[in-house]
């Protein structure tokens, strides 16, 4: 399975950026596909899940009300709507995929490249 995700980029505080990621290759189920990020000098942290089948979605406390993630089946691709930056935002976005189930820790099965997300203040 491969992740691409695209949609990083430089934007001011306050703006809005949307990631996409699309998943492709044999794909034998999709649970669960969410974003990790991690900047510079810190660890990796969970910022979103979105369970394949159903609503139910996850969030961290720092992008609540923020951010949005959702999905489109069909294409096998989740989305990050992200709005309020902050500099504290400022990270490279990771997109993952779990072959089953959905968890707020990093025990997903598939990780993609990364997206860079920098915003200024």
């Known amino acids: 399975v491969q992740l691409q995700a695209f949609g990083g980029g430089l934007v001011q505080a306050g703006a809005c950026l949307r990631l996409?990621?699309?998943?492709?290759?044999?794909?034998?189920?999709?649970?669960?596909m969410g974003w990790f990020r991690q900047a510079p000098g810190k660890e990796r942290e969970f910022v979103a899940a979105l369970r394949w089948s159903g609503s139910t979605t996850y969030y961290a406390d720092s992008v609540k009300d923020r951010f949005t993630i959702s999905r489109d089946n069909a294409k096998n691709t989740v989305y990050l709507q992200m709005n309020s930056l902050k500099p504290e935002d400022t990270a490279v976005y990771y997109c993952?995929?779990?072959?089953?189930?959905?968890?707020?820790?990093?025990?997903?099965?598939?990780w993609g490249q990364g997206t860079q997300v920098t915003v200024s203040s």
């Open positions: 993952v995929h779990k072959v089953w189930g959905i968890t707020r820790s990093d025990a997903y099965d598939y």
């Open positions: 996409s990621c699309a998943a492709s290759g044999r794909i034998i189920s999709i649970g669960s």
